[in-house]
């Protein structure tokens, strides 16, 4: 099985590459920020407690987003593989999802971590939000915000791959095919 975590900061582009990325692979896409977007239209107990935290740029609880991620994986038992877009975000997401494929006798095969400065992030959010009419990026504050949660509690993250030789930084800065082709390369030498 090919695992994939993209990994990178609100805005690097995970969502735009994750989108080739199952094309190329024939993968199961799993982007918890998709996932609790679809709770909050559905207006469900999860979302309405899901967007008060996400439309001020804040984390969501582990416990929940690790629920969506295992009942994911249960839905899907015969896939090539999985991008986990999004996902892990803390270290205790991290732990977790190792202890569910270790389940499925396997593991993450490699990150992928998109690297953006942030002023670059703040520009391409503010112009999503004009485009989508997304709540949390409408507002810089929010925005720093995210940045902020991801610099605290998402970049540990990096070392726990690269201690596990998992680890490939890319420059998320260029045209999205520039990126995907960098991506590509990648994971066909694995
Ligand atoms: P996410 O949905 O994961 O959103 P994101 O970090 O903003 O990244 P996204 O993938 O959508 O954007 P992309 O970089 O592709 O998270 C939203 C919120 O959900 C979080 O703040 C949190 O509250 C909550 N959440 C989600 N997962 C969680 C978890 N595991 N634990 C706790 N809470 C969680 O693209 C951004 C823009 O850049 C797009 O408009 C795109 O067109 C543009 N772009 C992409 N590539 C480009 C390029 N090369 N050049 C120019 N523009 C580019």
Redesign the pocket.
């Known amino acids: 099985m090919l695992n994939i975590v993209l990994f990178?900061?609100?805005?690097?582009?995970?969502?735009?590459?994750a989108d080739f990325l199952i094309k190329n692979y024939n993968l199961i896409h799993l982007?918890?920020?998709?996932i609790?977007?679809s709770e909050i239209k559905e207006g469900t107990t999860l979302g309405l407690e899901?967007k008060k935290?996400?439309n001020n740029?804040?984390?969501?609880p582990?416990d929940v987003?690790i629920g969506m991620i295992k009942s994911q994986l249960e839905k899907n038992p015969t896939s090539n593989g999985f991008i986990f877009?999004?996902?892990?975000?803390?270290q205790k997401?991290a732990k977790e999802l190792d202890k569910l494929l270790n389940k499925k006798s396997t593991s993450i095969s490699v990150m992928l971590s998109l690297k953006v400065d942030d002023q670059e992030l703040i520009k391409?959010?503010l112009?999503?939000g004009i485009?989508s009419g997304r709540a949390?990026d409408q507002n810089e504050n929010i925005i720093t915000n995210?940045i902020n949660?991801y610099n605290i509690k998402t970049t540990p993250l990096k070392d726990y791959y690269r201690l596990q030789n998992k680890l490939h930084e890319i420059n998320?800065?260029?045209?999205?095919s520039e990126?995907a082709n960098k991506l590509n390369q990648i994971i066909d030498n694995l």
């Open positions: 990178g900061p609100p805005g690097a582009g995970k969502g735009t590459q982007s918890t920020g998709d609790l977007r899901a935290l996400m740029g804040l984390l969501v582990d987003v877009d999004g996902f892990p975000r803390t997401q391409r959010l112009k999503r485009d949390d995210r949660e998320g800065i260029g045209s999205v990126i």
